[in-house]
C-alpha cells in the first residue's frame, strides 16, 4: 500500500489550495478515505472523511464550509479542496487509508503554509 500527497505550499490567507492523494497497491475503491493534519508543534487533527464510493463524507467544525473532499476512483486518487484558507490551516496534510475503525495506512504528508 502506498500513499503519495501533493499540492501543497504557500498560499495567502483566503487563498485556495487543492491537494491530492495517489494510491496504489490495494483496490482503492473498497476503502474510505480520510484527511489529516498536523500543525507545527501541535497534535494530530482530523479534517476529512469520505465513504468508499464517495457518497458519505463528513468534515471537522473547524474546516467544514471551507474544505471539501472528494475522490476519483478511476483514478485511485483522493483530494481535498480547500478553499478561504486561514492561518490556522498551516500544517502538514496526510492522507490516510480506513480500515474498520483504524487508519491504517498514511502518506507522508505534504506541508501547507498560510502566510502573507
Known amino acids: 500500500v502506498q500513499l503519495a500527497e501533493s499540492g501543497g505550499g504557500l498560499v495567502q490567507p483566503g487563498g485556495s489550495l487543492r491537494l491530492s492523494c495517489a494510491a496504489s497497491?490495494?483496490?482503492?475503491?473498497?476503502?474510505?478515505m480520510s484527511w489529516v493534519r498536523q500543525a507545527p508543534g501541535k497534535g494530530l487533527e482530523w479534517v476529512s472523511y469520505i465513504s468508499n464510493e464517495g457518497g458519505s463524507t463528513d468534515y471537522a467544525d473547524s474546516v467544514k464550509g471551507r474544505f471539501t473532499i472528494s475522490r476519483d476512483n478511476a483514478k485511485n486518487t483522493l483530494y481535498l479542496q480547500m478553499n478561504s484558507l486561514k492561518p490556522e490551516d498551516t500544517a502538514v496534510y496526510y492522507c490516510a487509508r480506513k480500515y474498520y475503525y483504524l487508519l491504517d495506512y498514511w502518506g507522508k504528508g505534504t506541508l501547507v503554509t498560510v502566510s502573507s
Open positions: 497497491g490495494f483496490t482503492f475503491s473498497n476503502n474510505a
